[in-house]
């Protein structure tokens, strides 16, 4: 997952209102940042690894003029963690072009072939948005050379409509051409959000926004005006005109785990409200809580992302609930941390058990979703130091089974706790003296009651029916030998590891 924005401003330099835009993006991504403008008749970019906070100070601000530009948080799940993967990307034909990308392309091999043998590029980076970026550079030259030059949209949508039927996997994508304007597009499986925002400027004309998610769109003034629909792709001209064109018919199913921890909770995504669905989601856990029997004398999130479904619960049951665990907010969130070790070291500058909310308690602890289980693993412990006498555990999501390929880094079944474990194993794995999972229906209503026109979510983490080509079982099997995925894989500590105050380990 990453965050991406970008935005037309008709009468100022957009680089302030793109940097605050990612403040509000910043979740989304915290390895790296970048932004670039273009001035009407050059570019301007700058971006390094880092917070936006730290790349982007008063001497970048200076130099990063003009009226549209894009920008980008990334949290990597293809590509190594160089500063030189960090996005945007660019190619200097046709027109020139800029991209930003979230999401993950499934079928990069075969296109990584194809863009070096057949038509000569280099690639500069391991990145899967570089190779997208390559394929939309060389659709639109095709086009061009059928059409001519005299109709830069037509070019642009036509190249669209051709790298859609070429590219397979997840992406959410804002371009900035030169001469030309801004032009976003979503796949046709609409896996990872985009948003459109308008505002009136002082001359009475529109201004236009696309955005990974509306959080970022108030900052700014604008309003929300819908999500870009699947298959779709939508520019904004150097005019401040926008034009729409479906490219591929689509079929929205969006990725039901940004419901659970990635999006906002202050975010709507494809008229779904993220704060609504994980209050239903409490609802419906707590169901399985009043049933499970357990005395249980309070409620406790694992701060933040747990919180809406734990107060929900506490409310549904009537069981107390409590701040048992306080959270360090000056402390990155550990699941999109780039490495193992670094996440082992954040547990417990992160959270800090109470002991008066635990002495001699039975707590039960509700966590957002249990992926690879160091976290709430080393968490329990904590509550056993800090004097509860029972410690319960629920996650609020189904068991994570299968490795995600649309852009969230659960790359390989090796990593999950839940894999070819039965749910004591990963009771007993986890040291909880009771264990509830979220039922997938259940998460499933609770996502589907915000927008009842969804048919379906791509659920692929937990149900391991992928909606994309090419996740094959040799495709999943090259990941799991892939050099990144194993390098974290190694730094995991072992199934005997133990908290001791210094060695630790997370999860999502």
């Known amino acids: ?35 670039v403008t273009f001035t009407g008749e050059n570019f301007r970019e700058h971006k390094a690894n880092g917070l936006v906070k730290d790349v982007f100070n008063a ?73 997208l970026l390559n394929v939309l550079a060389d659709k639109i030259s095709d086009s061009i050379k059928v059409n001519g030059t005299g109709d830069p949209k037509r070019n642009l949508f036509a190249g669209v409509k051709m790298t859609m039927e070429r590219i397979q996997g997840a992406y959410s994508v804002i371009t900035l051409i030169a001469g030309v304007g801004m032009m976003a597009f979503r ?24 955005a990974s998610e509306d959080v970022a769109f108030g900052i700014n003034g604008f309003e929300k005006l819908r999500d ?47 704060y609504k669905t994980q209050l239903r989601m409490g609802q419906t856990l707590a169901k399985q809580i009043q049933d499970s029997g357990l005395e249980i004398d309070s409620i406790i999130p694992v701060p933040d992302s747990a919180r809406p479904v734990a107060l929900e619960v506490a409310n549904a049951t009537g069981i107390r609930y409590r701040e048992g665990l306080v959270k360090n907010r000056y402390v990155g969130r550990t699941f999109i941390m780039p490495g193992q070790a670094e996440r082992q070291k954040s547990v417990r500058r992160k959270l800090n058990a109470i002991p008066l909310e635990m002495k001699g308690l039975n707590v039960m602890l509700i966590d957002d979703s249990i992926v690879r289980g160091n976290t709430i693993k080393k968490i329990v412990e904590m509550c056993r130091v800090a004097g509860a006498n029972k410690v319960y555990v629920a996650s609020a999501s189904p068991p994570v089974k299968f490795p995600n390929v649309y852009g969230i880094d659960m790359p390989t079944k090796r990593e999950l706790v839940a894999d070819n474990r039965t749910l004591e194993e990963i009771r007993v794995e986890l040291g909880a003296d009771a264990l509830i ?72």
């Open 1 to 35: 997952m990453c965050g991406i924005l970008g935005i037309a401003n008709r009468n100022e330099d957009v680089f302030a209102e793109i940097y605050d835009g990612l403040l509000m993006l910043q979740h989304r991504g915290q390895d790296a940042s970048g932004i």
């Open 59 to 131: 001497d970048v601000a200076k130099k990063l003029t003009g009226k549209i530009g894009i920008g980008h948080v990334r949290y990597p799940t293809a590509g190594s963690l160089s500063a030189a993967e960090a996005q945007p990307f660019f190619v200097n034909a046709p027109y020139g072009i800029y991209l930003v990308h979230n999401g993950n392309i499934t079928n990069t091999t075969e296109q990584r072939e194809k863009i070096i043998g057949k038509y000569s590029r280099h690639l500069r980076t391991t990145s899967d948005s570089e190779i």
């Open 187 to 210: 796949d046709p499986h609409g896996i990872r959000p985009l948003s459109i925002a308008q505002r009136v400027n002082e001359d009475g004309g529109h201004e236009y926004a696309f």
């Open 228 to 274: 870009v629909n699947p298959g779709e792709a939508v520019l904004v001209d150097l005019d401040g005109n926008m034009h729409s064109f479906q490219a591929i018919e689509g079929k929205l199913t969006p990725c039901i785990f940004e419901y659970v921890y990635l999006a906002r909770p202050d975010s709507m995504l494809d008229g779904i409200s993220v």
């Open 437 to 508: 999972y979220q039922k997938l229906e259940d998460l499933i209503w609770a996502a589907k009651e915000g927008n009842k026109d969804i048919e379906q979510f791509d659920c692929s983490c937990f149900d391991g029916e992928y909606l994309t080509g090419s996740v094959s079982e040799d495709y999943l099997t090259k990941l799991e030998t892939s050099g990144r995925v194993s390098d974290k894989i190694n730094d995991m500590p072992t199934a005997g590891d133990s908290w001791n105050g210094s060695k630790l380990a997370t999860s999502g």
